[in-house]
């Protein structure tokens, strides 16, 4: 995107002498002058002052207790082994290490601060423990913490690292530990999983990372567990336990009304039918907005029975437990009398930060927090509801109170993204318009993201408070609540039409799974109801026409690269943070589906999407991570070989993102997003926090475009391209001018008088 060869800039007071040129022929007049926005910024505010606490006492290690013992409520034994290893006993600990300190009163917390998040770290690298390849012998938090990887990312520009779930998840079965149900976001303890490293292995991580003026960004669940200690003493009845969920204990008389448990199962989901019968005798909520993951026989409602169980006193009971998610994943109550549920998250967030020395946090699904019943024989109100903004506000506090920052990651809709961000998490992801940029990739066609866009600003949500994120490791969310559900009546203008909400939402998602899934794209998938398994290069290769990823040649290569690069441009090149994966940074493509049969019988398509990467080009014959991912195709190669090619997508992603920091597009605020004349190009208006006029320019076509820009937020004056600093045009008197873009090209420009 920049000119290697270009001149070093000349100052103002030379470009003012129009009598001059460079040596290759360039008029002064026509070369802006490099000022960093660094330069231009206060200086730094004072270094987080943070107090330590650990989650063990002082002197005190794991319990002894082992095996055998009878793995039942009325043995003490297998009862104390419990708590000692539950969440909720080391954030006991946790907390009243801490409380009465005067350090804990040392920053403000009241309100989000997005653009103190984003000065604090811009570009992300979104890591999936179960699929990094690492040398020999190295662990994932080990390789993390690499000096040759931070190098690696201090040249592409990445000042950050989200880690993901590294943490010991799934559940237990009596003494015994089962694995995880979906990507070890169904957390049971507060250790590192010994599958992903040490405890010492984060600490120094974080510590490297800063030594890069790198910030290390961990995980908190805030919306439920996974069936561990915790949820085994729930089941026991013992002390506050059963306060940390929304369980429900079934008096004998009503048993009727429950199914039976399988053999071998510790739980069966209830049918539409349980769950009313069990709502009208007023044991439970009953019906929910929707059902997540919802799976015919597998997962039909959010409630789930568990067998006969002998509690901790000897009494035999049967409880139901909510679960937004999977039945390996019971949801937290965050308004039982015991608070119980937020002892336990809250102390989750102080250890990750002020014991392993993480700087930021994500809060997942942290917009299930709240739940009631409605008045009538609707379904509960389950989603935007006033209790998750209160618990979201209190985490982001606690957060803010020693010194780090929190981003949700919220699939609702805007006014529930906006209200929630208005008093609890300092970031949002962006669901916003992902689908949005997506589906312009697939179409060519940029109407739909520029309405979301509009629509977005409608609503009031700042694009500096978003994560604008390429590939995660989940699918590529098409479900589009915002109009789906919060607007399905509301009458919007497509594609030469008129829509509802829900009619455009179907369009949209019906478009995609025909031109990303089946026969244009065998190698993606359907996930379920919410979106499609696929990486970012395979959503290109589809968009591209390539049917067969085996056909794939080298001019195809490079086309997936330019198109790969205008959505950084587009991600990065507005306010906000940007962030990409391993599998961006490589060009993965997707498993094919016999490698991760296993994974995907479920309907768990996701995992096809989830393939192991080296990100350093270690383990060259690696055909598995240590974690037994299998190793997807690479597109682009290790990052160092990359780098040494100055036309590869990780030196022009250095390009791309040196643009960024040294303008300050990030911290910036969006004006416009106009009207234009090829319905291939988008243009984002931004204001720069120096007060300049910031403008992107992107073509989402295959074919090469000419195109008047125009909006009455462009000052008069000169365009400049940010990248190589030369004259683009001038600016007339009716705010407009014109850019030339290449195919899958993008220009980010400056006006200056």
């Known amino acids: 995107m920049s000119n290697p060869d270009h001149k070093a800039p000349v100052t103002a007071a030379e470009a003012s002498q129009t009598d001059q040129v460079t040596p290759d022929g360039i008029p002064l007049e026509d070369i802006l002058p490099e000022v960093s926005f660094e330069q231009q910024r206060y200086a730094a505010r004072p270094a987080i002052v943070r107090p330590k606490a650990t989650r063990h006492r002082q002197g005190k290690g794991a319990s002894p207790l082992t095996p055998p013992f009878e793995a039942d409520g009325r043995n003490r034994a297998y009862v104390d ?28 917390f009241s309100a989000p601060d997005p653009r103190a998040a984003v000065s604090t770290a811009s570009a992300w690298f979104t890591a999936y423990p179960l699929s990094m390849i690492t040398e020999d012998g190295q662990s994932f938090l080990g390789a993390l913490g690499s000096e040759e990887l931070w190098e690696v990312f201090e040249q592409i520009g990445i ?50 990372a800063a030594r890069h003026q790198g910030t290390i960004i961990d995980d908190i669940i805030p919306a439920h567990t996974g069936k561990g200690a915790d949820f085994r003493l729930a089941e026991l009845n013992y002390h506050d336990y059963p306060g940390i969920y929304h369980m429900i204990d079934i008096p004998e008389e009503a048993w009727h009304l429950l199914p039976e448990v399988p053999p071998g199962k510790d739980a069966v989901n209830l049918d ?88 930021g946090l994500r809060l997942d699904a942290n917009g299930f927090l709240g739940v ?48 929630t961000s208005a008093v609890g998490p300092d970031l949002s992801y962006d669901f916003v318009t992902r689908p949005a940029y997506q589906y312009a990739m697939a179409t060519g066609d940029t109407e739909f993201l520029r309405m979301t866009l509009r629509e977005a600003a409608k609503v009031g949500i700042d694009q500096a408070s978003l994560v604008h994120a390429l590939q995660n490791h989940d699918e590529l969310t098409y479900e589009l609540v915002h109009f789906a559900n919060n607007h399905k009546d509301d009458v919007y203008h497509l594609d030469g039409r008129d829509w509802t909400g829900a009619e455009m939402a179907e369009h949209i998602r019906e478009t995609m799974r025909q031109t990303l899934t089946a026969q244009a794209g065998p190698y993606n998938a359907v996930f379920t109801q919410n979106g499609i398994a696929c990486t970012t290069a395979s959503i290109i290769s589809a968009s591209l026409g390539i049917t067969d990823l085996a056909d794939i040649t080298e001019s195809d290569v490079k086309r997936i690269t330019s198109a790969h690069l205008l959505l950084c441009m587009y991600n990065a090149w507005q306010p906000g943070v940007f962030a990409l994966s391993g599998w961006d940074l490589v060009g993965a493509l997707p498993l094919d589906r016999s490698q991760v049969s296993a ?13 192991a990467y080296d990100l350093l080009g270690t383990s060259p014959d690696a055909t598995v991570s240590q974690s037994g991912m299998a190793r997807a195709t690479s597109l682009y190669g290790p990052l160092p070989e990359q780098l040494q090619n100055s036309h590869s997508f990780a030196s022009r992603l250095a390009q791309i993102l040196k643009v960024r920091k040294r303008n300050g597009i990030a911290s910036g605020e969006l004006l416009d997003t106009p009207d234009v004349p090829h319905k291939s190009l988008l243009v984002m208006v931004n204001r720069l926090e120096i007060g300049a006029v910031q403008i992107t320019a992107l073509n ?25 600093r030369r004259k683009v045009d001038n600016v007339d008197a009716l705010g407009g001018f014109t850019v030339n873009l290449p195919a899958f090209g993008g220009l980010a420009m400056i006006v200056r008088d």
């Open 81 to 108: 082994w419990l708590e000692s290893q539950s969440m909720l006993h080391d954030a006991t600990t946790v907390a009243r290490q801490l409380a009465g300190s005067h350090q804990m009163w040392v920053n403000p």
């Open 159 to 208: 000042d950050a690292i989200h880690t993901g779930p590294v943490k010991l998840a799934g559940g237990l079965n009596g003494w015994k530990p089962t694995p995880s149900v979906d990507g070890h976001f169904d957390r049971i303890s507060m250790a590192i999983d010994p599958v992903f490293g040490t405890e010492a292995e984060f600490r120094t991580m974080c510590e490297n």
């Open 272 to 359: 539409a039918a349980a769950e009313r019968a069990l709502s009208d005798a007023g044991y439970i909520i009953g019906e929910m907005q929707r059902v997540i993951f919802y799976e015919p026989g597998v997962k039909e409602t959010n409630w789930s029975a568990t067998p006969e169980i002998y509690d901790y006193k000897g009494v035999k009971r049967r409880w139901v437990y909510l679960h937004y998610f999977k039945d390996g994943q019971p949801s937290i109550n965050w308004l039982d009398p015991t608070f119980a549920g937020m002892r336990l998250v809250m102390g989750d967030a102080l250890h990750s930060q002020l014991d392993l020395g993480s700087g």
């Open 372 to 419: 009631e019943k409605s008045v009538d024989r609707d379904a509960a109100w389950s989603e935007g509801h006033p209790l998750s903004q209160a618990a979201n506000q209190l985490i982001g506090s606690m957060v803010r109170k020693v010194g780090g920052f929190t981003f949700q990651e919220m699939n609702l809709g805007m006014e529930d993204i906006k209200s």
């Open 599 to 611: 994974l995907i019988e479920s309907g768990d398509t996701r995992w096809i999407e989830r393939g």
């Open 700 to 724: 989402f076509g295959s074919e090469r475009l000419s195109a008047r820009v125009q909006s009455e937020h462009i000052p008069q004056g000169r365009v400049f391209d940010l990248s190589t």
